[in-house]
């Protein structure tokens, strides 16, 4: 009998040192001794499914072999440790491998690594074969089976065609008997001397034969027309119909689940906790979290049962009276999405007390919520609405136009989608108002006028504010003197209707300064203020800030007047502030001049002529309306042809920030810039025709009614002087020619909260100009009479109120001159002002003048008594021109490439000069556009992008990289970034141009921003791949760390998402030596840098710091361009009625905005050239292949 087998000793020692050098895995580890007393260490090698061991890893010949096919390696406990023992201290990692061979002793190994120990058991575990076995077993079971269903159809078959010929004999056997038959019974009938036989029972043969062929035939038949009904697309648009309603119902299982868990795992458990002695949680932030989200859960549960109770009656399945019932209470779905954001917000502040975090943490390790948080339970309800409308629109594609319930469908398919847009338009107005809470909360001190909802956010910044002496002088530092720079920042927020400074505390905190909240509607804007006196003149001469500052001028109702003083850092963040500002205060008075004119002196008010024209609120054929109202109290355009957005521009009634600025954004999409311009000069020359017939009818009201439209002459004159609002653009005698933003350029003012008395500007019928305003109880002030553009020659001279025949000799004798002229203001003798003041309640702004010199305006006086329209001619002019402004100021590159359209405008301006009928104020201002149109701009001193190229160029030696600190790098990084960022052209972000084939023609700006970032990223790269010494690449990491930290505390978030990226590639990150000696500290800057870019959730990290940074700032512009992706691809600019999809518009100009607020805020940082010249320096840059190739040079593959 044979006791054992000869091996090939030398095939078995080759195989070892195969696996010795090639195995797959090698390495050390200690091995149970057979009588389980003792523990010796070996050199292991696995090959394929061998594992050999040795004594030590110098041996050349195996001291065994096991067979690892069909065993199974599992990690095994620590066994406890006999006191006798001498073990070593360090933790040992154990793991078994079990053979399934008869009477094979498992193999006990254990090592000192964890990772070791995984490692180890993962790859014994592949040369086991296990799961080829496995995977072997369930392939052959699936082939028997397969086997079986085969001889299954054979025999089937077999058994079919043997029915098939049995059948086939039968018919052959009747056919023969049905013929014998027939010879019978002809052979009866021609011998009927016979007689018939009574052969009955082959005729009851002959009938059964019959009925089975007919039945046979029938049922063939059926089974075709069956067969054919099945393979028709009625039949699979029923299946597909059916299917939609089983997965709804399904969803909406999940989704009852989910508020189930949503109300019992969380809601329920948190207000028994809020009612504990030791609340962590409060009954009102436990309402805020969770809204009425328990009645959202009991509503589905209803739905859910009417749902299955349908199922039960398949295969009739009615659902509209479902959706019937179901519509009118979803509405409690606006609550829920309008609050949504807050009650995240506030779910975040109570995560703060480790208490609720402690608590909420075990509430969602619970089985039931699947790792799931409480933030993704409360996301949930945020779809249903959507989820259903596309449920809805496939069931409609699958039910027939003649179905009954295709009606219903429908219906419940508008009704939801109306329900939808409800809510988002509603989304996006609570949008603006989270942003001004957000603010109010950085505020110490609160700030009230911030919760006002009509209260839009405009801009935020960081200007210089020169401090004022009692005098109301500038100090005499410098504005340009780093003191000031220092101690004179603030923080400014620009909104409709305010102006918020501040100041920023050591902890990231503001506080408001004195005077710090500003009420845009007393305000006066000076764009290039004049010197208080010539020193001051003489100091700002040769500094740096010249021509930066710009002035603000208040004069409030209640308080002592008082002057604001600014400074930018560049030309073009002064051009971005006080358009912006200009703006601001030309809506607030430019809509209240329409919307308030007539409250006082007219029954016709202006709310009434915007409820009289439907076509503000009422959809039409060519206009659709959202339910969000603008700034005007008007509602927004949804959809519209260009011929009413158009009119919608140059309505007189209202002027909306959001409408203009959008219009202009993008009206290029939709139109062209000359029919704009024609637009414009038609409301010129034709005025009335920018408010609709009926509007006009009450704008006009009938002679009766005249009385009412310009008032009556108060009964003190002195009530026609007093005033509150800011004087109008005027030339003093010592002051130099200046532009002034005001009114619309210069249109009437509105005072203390009312508008201006229309009358001043009309003509009464009596033939003489009204310079008479009525009192009101609740406004503090009314017109003041020096104010007026139109005025008599005797203004000045306004008797007491003791002096009644003086006062009839005065209109007696303006009835007598008949001359209204434009006056041109002066200042007088201080003397003379402090007299005056005394006689005014309340006294008057220093600048405001007290004499006034008359001078013709040019324009027939009995066109200007006689004409009712002159209010009309005055708004329509300051549109025209307030519009060209805003689009010459804003939109310069439409005239610097266009220069057809350039000299156009400028020949209607020259044109609208030349007209006799023009006020001085808008013949001032139609100039001041035609100077911004032909004045280069000299731009700001910061230096260009090409200038550094340049610079760069000609600079031949290249400092290395240690020879410069973090600081400097980040520094220059930052100034690059931010030269490369501001000057893409907005006009690049429309059309998804940079995703087209001709991106670079289309887009050549973001492309150069595009490669800009990449040749970034490969120079990080390759510094840090280019050290052979593992100490020096990690020194170049960790500096390069330290720089993006700055970046970040520059708000340079494109340069820390460029470091970071770099970081991430496979070339470095694969660099495993390099990776253990970086420090835990970089280690842990890295993944809060990650964090912050990271894409997860929309950027959301990203998008919260760009929310609360100050400009300047470089964000990341990838982010701006999946957005604006996103609204391309997801909504068309037209509709099918060929409508302007004017939301979408609307929607990438608050991008473009948001884009354009970074752009205009300069960095002031000094350029270093040797810096710059290190980034820009391309020549010893990898590309990505030679990255990869250095990276496993210093580090290869087989080190491990």
């Not at 059309?991 to 970034?1016: A, C, L, S, V």
Request: some cysteine; hydrophobic content about 35%.
């Amino acid at each position: 009998m044979q006791k054992g087998m000869r091996l090939n000793d030398g095939h078995i020692t080759y195989l070892a040192l195969l696996a010795k050098k090639d195995g797959t895995r090698r390495g050390s580890l200690s091995k149970k001794s057979s009588d389980n007393t003792k523990w010796h260490s070996k050199w292991f090698a696995l090959l394929q499914n061998m594992l050999f061991y040795f004594e030590n890893d110098s041996s050349s010949r195996p001291s065994g072999l096991y067979l690892l096919e069909g065993c199974v390696c599992d990690r095994a406990p620590s066994p406890k440790p006999s006191l006798s023992a001498k073990e070593c201290l360090e933790k040992q990692y154990y793991f078994t491998v079990t053979f399934n061979h008869d009477n094979q002793k498992a193999l006990e190994l254990r090592t000192e690594d964890v990772k070791d120990c995984d490692e180890w058991v993962a790859a014994i575990t592949q040369a086991s074969y296990r799961n080829l076995a496995t995977e072997h077993e369930t392939l052959m079971q699936k082939y028997l089976h397969l086997l079986q269903i085969v001889e299954t159809e054979k025999t089937v078959a077999k058994q079919l065609r043997q029915q098939i010929e049995d059948g086939e004999i039968e018919i052959e056997r009747l056919k023969s008997e049905i013929a014998g038959l027939l010879k019978d019974n002809e052979k009866i009938q021609s011998n009927p001397e016979v007689p018939p036989s009574e052969d009955d029972t082959e005729i009851k043969k002959i009938k059964k034969v019959q009925s089975f062929l007919r039945g046979w035939i029938c049922r063939r038949k059926w089974k075709t027309i069956i067969q054919d009904y099945i393979r028709s697309p009625h039949a699979e648009s029923m299946r597909k119909r059916n299917q939609v309603v089983f997965s709804m119902l399904e969803a909406e299982a999940e989704y009852v689940q989910q508020l189930h868990i949503l109300v019992n795992n969380f809601l329920r458990p948190l207000r028994m906790a809020a009612s504990s002695k030791k609340p962590p949680i409060t009954h009102d932030d436990v309402s805020s979290i969770f809204l009425n989200s328990e009645t959202i859960m009991f509503l589905h549960q209803i739905f859910y049962q009417g749902l299955k109770a349908r199922i039960a009656s398949w295969p009739t399945l009615v659902l509209a009276d479902l959706f019937d019932i179901l519509l009118p209470m979803l509405n409690i779905y606006q609550e829920f999405v309008r609050n949504h954001q807050y009650s995240l917000q506030i779910l975040a502040h109570c995560k703060q007390n480790r208490d609720f975090d402690k608590l909420l943490k075990q509430y969602e390790a619970k089985p039931d919520c699947e790792e799931r948080t409480l933030e993704t339970f409360l996301t949930y309800p945020m779809f249903q609405i959507p989820r259903y409308i596309l449920t809805l629109h496939e069931l409609l594609a699958h039910t027939p136009h003649e179905h009954v319930e295709r009606n219903s469908l429908d219906y419940a398919k508008s009704k939801l989608e109306e329900l939808s847009r409800i809510m988002h338009d509603e989304v996006s107005e609570t949008e603006n108002i989270r942003k001004n809470l957000a603010i109010e909360r950085m505020i110490v001190e609160g700030c009230e006028v911030l919760l006002d909802t009509s209260q839009t956010f405009v801009r935020q910044g960081s200007l210089i504010q020169v401090p004022m002496s009692e005098k109301g002088k500038i100090t005499r530092g410098r504005l340009g003197s780093l003191s000031l720079k220092k101690e004179g920042e603030r923080q400014c927020f620009l909104f409709s209707k305010h102006l918020i400074i501040c100041t920023r505390g050591s902890g990231g905190k503001l506080h408001i300064t004195k005077n710090g909240v500003v009420s845009l509607i007393d305000c006066t804007l000076m764009e290039e203020p004049e010197g208080t006196d010539d020193e001051s003149k003489g100091e700002r001469s040769g500094q740096d800030t010249e021509h930066l500052d710009f002035k603000v001028m208040v004069e409030p109702k209640d308080v002592q007047p008082y002057t604001v003083i600014l400074v930018a850092s560049s030309r073009q963040e002064k051009s971005a502030w006080t358009s912006d500002i200009s703006q601001c205060i030309d809506n607030i008075r430019c809509n209240g001049l329409m919307m308030n004119a007539f409250e006082e002196n007219s029954k016709v008010t202006v709310p009434q002529m915007i409820k009289s024209d439907t076509s503000l609120y009422c959809d039409d054929v060519d206009i659709r309306f959202s339910k969000m109202m603008n700034s005007c109290k008007v509602l927004q355009i949804r959809y519209a042809s260009v011929e009413r957005l158009l009119e919608r521009l140059t309505d007189l009634r209202f002027l909306s920030i959001d409408f203009l600025n959008t219009f202009l954004h993008s009206y290029r999409v939709f139109t062209s810039a000359d029919v704009v311009l024609d637009k414009l000069i038609t409301i010129y020359k034709k005025p009335i025709s920018a408010i609709p017939a009926r509007s006009l009818e009450l704008f006009f009201a009938s002679s009766q009614n005249n009385k009412l439209l310009y008032g009556e002459p108060p009964t003190s004159p002195r009530a026609s002087r007093k005033f509150s609002s800011p004087p109008p653009l005027s030339i003093t005698k010592t002051s130099s020619p200046n532009r002034r933003r005001k009114l619309s350029l210069n249109i009437p003012i509105i005072t203390g909260g009312k508008a201006l008395d229309l009358a001043a500007l009309s003509c009464s019928p009596n033939g003489y100009a009204s310079m008479h305003s009525t009192m009101s109880p609740f406004s503090k002030t009314t017109l003041d009479i020096n104010k007026l553009y139109v005025s008599s020659t005797m203004a000045s001279k306004i008797p007491d109120e003791g002096e009644p025949k003086a006062e009839g000799k005065a209109e007696e004798s303006v009835l007598n001159k008949q001359d209204l002229s434009v006056r041109e203001e002066c200042d007088e003798d201080p003397s003379q002002s402090d007299e005056a003041e005394a006689e005014m309640s309340p006294p008057k702004s220093p600048s405001t003048p007290k004499n006034v010199k008359s001078k013709n305006s040019g324009f027939p006086t009995d066109q200007r008594n006689g004409d009712k329209e002159f209010v009309i001619r005055r708004a329509a002019t300051n549109r025209v021109l307030n519009v060209l402004r805003h689009w010459v100021s804003k939109h310069s590159q439409d005239f610097e490439l266009n220069t057809e359209l350039k000299m156009r405008v400028i020949g209607f301006l020259e044109e609208v000069m030349h007209d006799p009928e023009l006020l001085t104020q808008e013949r001032k201002a139609a100039a001041n556009i035609i100077r911004t149109l032909t004045q280069e701009d000299p731009g700001d001193n910061q230096v260009t992008l090409e200038e550094i190229t340049q610079m760069a160029m000609e600079d031949c030696k290249t400092e290395p990289f240690e020879s410069h600190s973090a600081l400097e790098i980040a520094e220059q990084l930052t100034l690059l970034d931010h030269l490369v960022f501001k000057v893409i052209p907005y006009e690049e972000f429309f059309g998804q141009g940079w995703m087209k084939n001709d991106k670079n023609e289309r887009t050549p700006y973001i492309m150069k921003t595009t490669k800009h970032f990449n040749d970034t990223s490969n120079r990080i790269a390759t510094e840090i791949l280019q050290w052979d010494d593992v100490n020096m690449r990690v020194a170049v990491i960790e500096k390069w760390v330290a720089v993006a930290d700055i970046c970040r505390c520059l708000h340079n978030y494109n340069a820390v998402l460029e470091i970071t990226s770099s970081l991430n590639r496979s070339s470095i990150f694969r660099l495993k030596k390099t990776w253990l000696k970086v420090s835990k500290q970089t280690k842990t800057v890295i993944d809060k840098l990650q964090k912050l870019v990271s894409s997860e959730g929309r950027f959301k990290n990203l998008r919260e710091a760009l929310k609360n940074c100050d400009p300047p700032c470089v964000p990341y512009l990838g982010m701006y361009l999946t957005d604006l992706a996103f609204i391309e691809e997801g909504t068309p600019n037209y509709t099918e009625d060929n409508l302007v999809n004017f939301s979408k518009m609307r929607m990438i100009s608050h991008i473009i905005r948001e884009i354009r607020q970074f752009q205009q805020t300069a960095y002031k940082i000094d350029y270093q050239p040797k810096v710059a010249k290190y980034l820009l320096d391309s020549s010893t840059v990898l590309d990505e292949e030679s990255l990869y190739e250095a990276s496993l040079r210093i580090e290869p593959k087989t080190s491990s």
